[in-house]
């Protein structure tokens, strides 16, 4: 008896039974023809899609404990991605397939017990089909000659069950199915992208000292509530910069409000983690949104795609947040960022009990995941760190230590370089 699977450029023969030893055979001949160069690549958009889909997919079955790994390699894969799109590598897919698949498959077959019997046989095959092509595929990368071609990923994932969703089709369409796997709850502010974007042109939202002092508004008084229509036009001019900062200052404290509220994180971290919403802007843009480009409005961004005031990048956090609201909206950008934080403050700092190893903080703890995934959690405490990161977590705690000192406006020094 034989089941067979079709997978990409060849066919696997999963044995079971009678003819067993021949079909083993005939798998590691036809599983060879993965390992060819022929069909065109799949590019990283088809590879990112196809995880979120296999990713959404395990989710369903999946127990409480393997959804949370499943969520873990899954970050740790989109992080993965840029860093591999920023190095320039020529095709990181065959990469981003193997590891992720050393990842995911233990988790995977974690799950088989607690799933029915067909949901069981479909990951089973899904399973075999991923170890032979990893298999193989290992051997042909270090050849020099492994690549993944669209097929081969269609192939793997109709094992899951076939369904009207394209598994390769990319979309920057927000995904609440996504969002609730990972452990995203609650609405997120309906973004409101500034209309100066469209425009591409500047104007100065800043009310003039005479009108001020006519009307009798203070400095403070001005400052008083963030002004979301000023502040998503604004590039504030040296004279501006303190009425511009005490204005983010207070959308930080509103987006930090927000997100306690609805994520309910317990009283004793309230502080700390306000604390570390103002560094995390200081440190990933000195609490700006936009920039000038002449007379134009651009949102602060990276060549890798981190944008705006929390450099949220937008291929690791696809699906999850709105694109326009990132790159237009200070305070949906804002929000996402805060959030983000929460996520990895609550779910994983505070869990993890990270303030309890030698060494160990719960803020540089939660940006060190915040700037590098799940699993550069520990890093800052590294005995051997990597020189480029330990500049990064040591930037950060220079600035926490100042934020927590009650010196959060000293983010004003960046202004002076």
């Known amino acids: 008896m034989k089941i067979i699977v079709a997978l990409a450029a060849g066919v696997v023969l999963v044995a079971t039974g009678i003819g067993a030893q021949e079909a083993s055979k005939q798998t590691k001949v036809q599983m060879a023809a993965l390992a060819l160069p022929t069909g065109v690549r799949a590019d990283w958009q088809q590879w990112d899609s196809f995880l979120t889909f296999v990713t959404k997919r395990l989710g369903q079955d999946f127990g409480a404990d393997q959804r949370e790994q ?30 992720t698949w050393n990842r995911l498959s233990p988790i995977l077959k974690q799950a088989l017990p607690g799933v029915s019997q067909q949901t069981a046989s479909q990951y089973t095959s899904f399973a075999t089909a991923m170890d032979a092509a990893a298999s193989v595929g290992d051997i042909a990368r270090r050849l020099g000659f492994f690549r993944i071609t669209p097929d081969t990923l269609r192939g793997a994932a109709n094992l899951l069950g ?100 609805k994520t309910k994180l317990p009283a004793e971290h309230q502080s ?84 309890q190893q030698p060494g160990g903080n719960l803020a540089r703890a939660t940006y060190a995941a915040y700037n590098g995934g799940p699993s550069h959690l520990g890093r800052y405490r590294s005995t051997k760190p990597v020189p480029a990161l330990k500049k990064v977590d040591d930037a950060f705690w220079a600035k926490f230590q100042s934020v927590s000192s009650g010196q959060e406006l000293a983010v004003k020094s960046c202004y002076g370089r």
């Open 272 to 355: 700390l983690y306000r604390q570390i919403v103002f560094a995390a802007a200081w440190q990933e843009s000195c609490w700006r949104q936009f920039i000038k480009k002449g007379t134009k409005l651009a949102p602060l961004a990276s060549a890798t795609g981190d944008v705006g005031l929390m450099q949220v990048n937008r291929n690791t956090w696809r699906g999850l947040y709105d694109v326009k609201g990132l790159n237009g909206d200070i305070g949906y950008n804002g929000h996402a960022g805060a959030e983000i934080l929460q996520y990895y403050l609550a779910r994983y700092a505070i869990r993890k009990k990270e303030h």
């Open 70 to 99: 499943l969520g873990d390699a899954f970050l740790d894969a989109r992080y993965q991605l840029v860093r591999a799109l920023a190095s320039g590598i020529s095709d990181p897919v065959p990469q981003l397939f193997l590891d």
């Open 162 to 261: 076939q369904t009207n969703v394209d598994p390769l089709a990319y979309t920057i369409d927000m995904d609440s199915e996504l969002r609730s796997l990972l452990g995203f709850t609650g609405e997120l502010p309906t973004p409101r992208p500034s209309p100066a974007l469209e425009r591409s042109r500047l104007r100065n939202p800043r009310v003039p000292d005479r009108i001020r002092t006519a009307f009798g508004l203070s400095a403070l008084a001005y400052a008083a509530e963030p002004d979301l229509t000023r502040l998503n036009q604004w590039v504030p001019d040296a004279p501006e910069l303190d009425d511009y900062l005490g204005e983010v200052r207070e959308l930080l404290d509103d987006v930090s409000d927000r997100v306690m509220t």
